[in-house]
T-cell receptor, first 112, second 116 residues
Framework: GQNIDQPTEMTATEGAIVQINCTYQ??????LFWYQQHAGEAPTFLSY????GLEEKGRFSSFLSRSKGYSYLLLKELQMKDSASYLC?????????????FGTGTRLTVIP | GAVVSQHPSWVICKSGTSVKIECRSL??????MFWYRQFPKQSLMLMAT?????????EQGVEKDKFLINHASLTLSTLTVTSAHPEDSSFYIC????????????FGPGTRLTVT
């Protein structure tokens, strides 16, 4: 729902930087989340953006442009353990209820 | 250590029976908890927001009479899958959040439900 688009798969080299993009329909936007999920495990929370700009948290940063309906997750100094799926989720304010929609996830493979 | 626990970690039940999944916040009191579901090889889906002392808020398309949520205390929320069917087989995950020093969210380890 709400056309949450993110690439299905990405590959990057250990030590490098990778940017995972997420686009969404802007109408009713009420917050964007990024999660990391290793295969077979529950996800972990990475970031929550509701205002425009870049938020940095260690090796991970998340950017949001509400007017463009665009966010990215930036991973620096990639490590092998960063191989995982990265889920973008957007909350929309619809008919008085906040609804949360997930993208299909981006499976990142970090290679030596 | 773990911030959120879930019990059981996995369960197999027969079609038509009900299953209760517990989610406990271990480190802090949680007035709000979230319940998610994830089918194999698919993304996550938020099912409902559990509110302590009041009714849960369900996402569009989630049957509230089938997925009963009770948030009776600040540390415990339960999800009961009533009259389970094979199509309810999924990975159920709960989560709590804090907003004291910025938004942080913690997930439980998940419960794998298989309905035969």
């Amino acid at each position: 729902g709400q056309n949450i688009d993110q690439p299905t798969e990405m590959t990057a080299t250990e030590g490098a930087i990778v940017q995972i993009n997420c686009t969404y329909q802007t109408s009713g936007f009420n917050g964007l989340f990024w999660y990391q999920q290793h295969a077979g495990e529950a996800p972990t929370f990475l970031s929550y953006n509701v205002l425009d700009g870049l938020e940095e948290k260690g090796r991970f940063s998340s950017f949001l442009s509400r007017s463009k309906g665009y966010s990215y997750l930036l991973l620096k100094e990639l490590q092998m353990k960063d191989s995982a799926s990265y889920l973008c989720a957007v909350r929309f304010d619809q008919t008085g209820a906040n609804n949360l929609f997930f993208g299909t996830g981006t499976r990142l493979t970090v290679i030596p | 250590g773990a911030v959120v626990s879930q019990h059981p970690s996995w369960v197999i039940c027969k079609s038509g029976t009900s299953v209760k999944i517990e989610c406990r916040s271990l480190d802090f009191q949680a007035t709000t908890m979230f319940w998610y579901r994830q089918f194999p090889k698919q993304s996550l889906m938020l099912m409902a927001t559990s509110n302590e002392g009041s009714k849960a808020t369900y996402e569009q398309g989630v049957e509230k009479d089938k997925f009963l949520i009770n948030h009776a205390s600040l540390t415990l929320s339960t999800l009961t899958v009533t009259s389970a069917h094979p199509e309810d087989s999924s990975f159920y995950i709960c989560s709590v959040f804090t907003s004291g020093r910025g938004y942080e969210q913690y997930f439980g380890p998940g419960t794998r439900l298989t309905v035969t």
